[in-house]
């Protein structure tokens, strides 16, 4: 369960970098190059599609006193991703 709570960090920033650095790009830039949105579509999906897939397996864990499922850490970044998801 360790292993998958680290990588469930790990994708968790990265899905919160793409946020931050596609709001920090030009908007020219972003108007003009549909192959930049679109790449960083793509790996927004990749990253929620294997979250997803440890919250399926973490699921058959489930202990409501660890951190993860206390803080409903799911939620927070399923909601961050599908802001970010409409943003892009």
Known sequence: M???LVRQSELMVTI?????NFSKDSSSGKTLDYSYIEKRIRALGDLWSEFEAIVRTLAS????QHEYFAKNIFARIKEYYESTRRYV
């Not at 919160?16 to 931050?20: D, Y």
């Not at 864990?61 to 409501?64: C, K, S, V």
């Open 2 to 4: 360790d292993k998958l």
């Open 61 to 64: 864990y489930e202990d409501n």
């Open 16 to 20: 919160e970098r793409i946020g931050v």
